[in-house]
């Protein structure tokens, strides 16, 4: 049932991704807007950053409704559930998983009801790193969670566990036990929360409507619904948003240290990260790529869509005519279909096919965003070559990615990434390349106009912002009783997984796709808790 549209799957064989993206998130406090569709749109509009899951949870004042579903946003809602959906207060998620797998379980907003009759709804972008401390705690506290396997279900239930306290005086005691990297946006009946880990490492926004406010993963969701930019979240901040207007409060002194690899990928274009346009950003990469590795060639093509602000910027400071050469099918994402052997060879035909007119003959410059495991690049070579290209020059618009992301991204483990334990002319061997140029470290830095000292580079240079736990208590299905590896030294060849003992009972463990559990998923994609009197 999950589906994609096309940006998460980045490699062209499914079964060996590159990159995945962040989630999406998005609230909005507005009494008389239809707040449930501003936040249908708000999703729509960051549907790049997850496409397993979608979610929206409401508040009429009285109660607090989720409905939720794998898939992409206008595949989970319709106008009849949207209509149904009513209230002032909203949130929405879209999902990739970074901690638990795509499951109908694992899909967001979580909810939980207190004791003393308060719901709370909550939605993450990021990825905790003390998740099995975590969940210690809840056991130790005796209290329960919705059998999701996900830190987000474990920090909505640490809230809930507090009900002598206000949600907000709640927030205050659980946010500076959190580890790793957090953007919440959460609610009660009445109010409207948002958080940002003190490091900031994943974006999140403030705007203004006419009759409200919305916050935001990017800058581009609160365009689409007509919201004016205020400011960023602050790192380490709290905002409340109530019928007595917005409060701000720290839980945690600032240290900001935002992804670098959003300016690069993750981010739309047409955001604007700590005041740097991203597609601004990352043109002038591209002019840094074309003069940190100039070639002689006759056209700069980009890998769509990823690789087109780069490769116009190479184009421009280098002189050579920039042109397609690639097209992309935007309606292929991600397939769950086993092909055969021989029909996966024509897989990649589904979602990229040269302009064989265009790049016969021709000596190409390739310009894509980042190589994690080789795989995209090795296949846009070998057919640009079938089609007659005469040479084809790959340029990266990242540094080598040696470092998996235990942040919010899901990179490979180590060692299936490609940088670690080759060079740059073994790497350029292994993806068929003439030649082969990575933008440096200080070159992309530069093109945020950020300051190194503000920024996480950790899957580029493995100096890791936010302390990692010790042991192997760590990675996506910790939960679910797999623990990864943390490798600190360059000649660790560890594959990266460890199975441990489970801290909690797998969720979705057999056939999530059976037809038994989607009808029961069906009867339970809408949660309802209701404080009628």
């Not at 549209?5 to 406090?29: I, K, T």
């Not at 839980?251 to 990928?265: H, I, Q």
């Not at 029909?343 to 310009?367: A, C, E, T």
């Not at 990615?401 to 940088?419: K, M, N, Q």
Request: proline letters at 6%; hydrophobic letters at 40%; a negative charge.
């Amino acid at each position: 049932m999950p589906r994609g549209d096309g940006r998460l799957s980045h490699d062209l064989d499914p079964q060996r991704p590159g990159p995945q993206d962040a989630c999406g998130v998005f609230g909005v406090w507005a009494p008389e807007e239809e707040v449930a569709n501003l936040t249908y749109f708000g999703l729509y509009a960051l549907q790049h950053r997850g496409q397993e899951a979608a979610g929206i949870a409401v508040s009429d004042g009285s109660g607090v409704v989720v409905y939720k579903d794998l898939g992409l946003v206008a595949q989970v809602f319709d106008e009849p559930t949207l209509a149904s959906l009513r209230g002032h207060v909203a949130i929405g998620h879209t999902r990739y998983s970074t901690t638990g797998g795509s499951t109908w379980e694992n899909a967001q907003p979580t909810i939980r009801a207190t004791t003393s009759g308060t719901t709370i709804a909550l939605a993450h972008n990021g990825n905790l790193i003390n998740t099995a401390d975590l969940q210690r705690e809840v056991t130790e506290r005796g209290l329960t969670t919705d059998g999701s396997t996900n830190d987000t279900s474990l920090v909505t239930t640490l809230l809930a566990g507090r009900p002598d306290l206000s949600v907000e005086a709640a927030a205050l005691e659980v946010l500076p036990q959190l580890r790793g990297a957090f953007s919440f946006v959460f609610m009660d009946e009445t109010t409207l929360y948002a958080a940002r880990d003190p490091h900031g490492v994943r974006p999140l926004v403030l705007g203004r409507l006419e009759r409200g406010w919305v916050v935001a993963s990017e800058t581009a969701a609160l365009d689409i619904v007509g919201a004016s930019v205020v400011r960023e979240v602050e790192p380490g901040e709290l905002i409340a948003i109530d019928a007595d207007g917005l409060r701000s409060t720290r839980f945690a002194a600032p240290e900001p240290k935002g992804c670098l690899f959003e300016y690069v990928y993750i981010a739309r274009p047409d955001a604007t990260i700590a005041g740097r346009n991203v597609h601004a950003a990352r043109v002038q990469i591209g002019r840094q790529l074309a003069k940190e590795h100039p070639v002689e060639a006759d056209l700069v093509i980009p890998v769509p869509e990823s690789g087109t602000p780069a490769a116009i910027g190479y184009a421009e400071e280098s002189g050579i005519t920039y042109g397609a050469g690639l097209m992309k099918n935007p309606y292929v994402g991600r397939t769950f279909i086993q092909p055969s052997q021989t029909l996966r060879q024509l897989g990649i035909r589904l979602k990229l096919n040269p302009l064989r007119q265009n790049v016969r003959g021709k000596r190409l410059v390739v310009v894509d965003d980042s190589i994690v495991r080789g795989n995209t690049q090795r296949a846009i070579v070998r057919m640009l070559r079938e089609a007659g290209a005469l040479e084809v020059h790959v340029r990266i618009s990242s540094p080598p990615v040696s470092w998996p992301c235990f942040y919010g991204i899901d990179f490979a483990t180590r060692a299936e990434l490609l940088a670690n334990g080759l060079d740059n002319d073994g790497i350029r061997r292994s993806i068929g390349a003439d030649t082969l140029g990575y933008v440096s470290l200080p070159g992309l830095i530069a093109a945020t106009e950020q300051p190194k000292t503000r920024l996480c580079r950790a899957c580029f240079d493995g100096e890791y912002p936010i302390e990692l736990p010790a042991g192997n208590l760590i990675g996506k299905h910790v939960l679910e009783g797999i623990g990864r590896r943390v490798a600190h030294s360059a000649d660790d060849s560890d594959s990266g997984e460890q199975i441990v003992p489970p801290l909690v009972a797998a969720a979705g463990a057999d056939d999530d796709l059976s037809p038994a559990r989607r009808t029961s998923r069906t009867d339970l994609k809408m949660s309802a808790t209701t404080n009628r009197p």
